[in-house]
């Protein structure tokens, strides 16, 4: 809420006692949110991002306790935030039209910044998740308030040399802002479909269907 607050719900309880728990400790109001499986060890099964820029991971048992861990990410609020789900490593986009993807190390995050929209950036997922150990490495997926969805790769080893991160596809897909965008696995493919392609092995491979949403009131694969 824009009051700063997170609540965690029991949404089997009757309306008056659902709030199970409150998470407090942002700085303006609560601007991103997103869960994490946290069964794999990654720290922190909720993340949020605030008015201030910061990236806060909670355990929900603790909440009370304050953030197991944290960022300060972005120049500005935070607009969306992805976890990489294979580690510890989450992607968040901010009102300096810039994505990250952090270590919740306290400070920075770390040094990888995403650059190129130019409008604020509304909407983010993760398309491919190959991270193992502390360096990320898989594909993301931007959507901005200028319609334009981003697609950005990296970590990539070829020639045992680690590629860094980069652009690899910007398409306008909507005439007003992406307001959300998911992506469905293992979806057969259609010649009218933008499809991605994982570096998995032949038998766990599975083609990614991308969907976004838009305020111009329109949905798009």
């Known amino acids: 809420g824009n009051d700063g607050s997170v609540k965690l719900w029991d949404a089997r309880q009757k309306a008056q006692n659902r709030a199970t728990s409150v998470i407090r400790g942002h700085k303006g109001g609560v601007t991103a949110f997103a869960t994490r499986d946290a069964r794999g060890g990654a720290v922190g099964s909720i993340l949020t991002g605030d008015e201030s820029g910061v990236v806060r991971a909670w355990d929900p048992k603790h909440a009370a306790a304050g953030p197991v861990a944290l960022a300060h990410a972005h120049m500005g609020k935070v607009t969306a935030i992805a976890p990489l789900q294979r580690s510890d490593m989450t992607a968040s986009a901010g009102k300096d039209c810039v994505i990250r993807v952090l270590r919740?190390?306290?400070?920075?995050?770390?040094?990888?910044?995403?650059?190129?929209?130019?409008?604020?950036?509304?909407?983010?997922?993760?398309?491919?998740?190959?991270?193992?150990?502390?360096?990320?490495?898989?594909?993301?997926?931007?959507?901005?308030?200028?319609?334009?969805?981003?697609?950005?790769?990296?970590?990539?080893?070829?020639?045992?040399?680690?590629?860094?991160?980069?652009?690899?596809?910007?398409?306008?897909?909507?005439?007003g802002a992406v307001s959300c965008m998911t992506t469905d696995a293992g979806t057969a493919k259609r010649s009218s479909v933008l499809i991605f392609k994982s570096n998995e092995s032949a038998k766990d491979a599975a083609n990614k269907v991308l969907l976004s949403a838009s305020v111009d009131h329109s949905f798009a694969s």
């Not at 193992?132 to 697609?151: A, N, Q, T």
Request: proline fraction near 3%.
């Open 104 to 175: 919740l190390d306290g400070e920075r995050g770390g040094d990888i910044s995403l650059c190129g929209h130019l409008s604020d950036i509304t909407s983010l997922a993760v398309l491919q998740d190959d991270t193992k150990g502390r360096e990320p490495i898989g594909s993301l997926v931007s959507g901005s308030d200028d319609g334009y969805i981003r697609v950005w790769s990296g970590g990539e080893v070829v020639n045992d040399v680690r590629e860094p991160w980069r652009c690899v596809s910007n398409t306008r897909a909507h005439i």
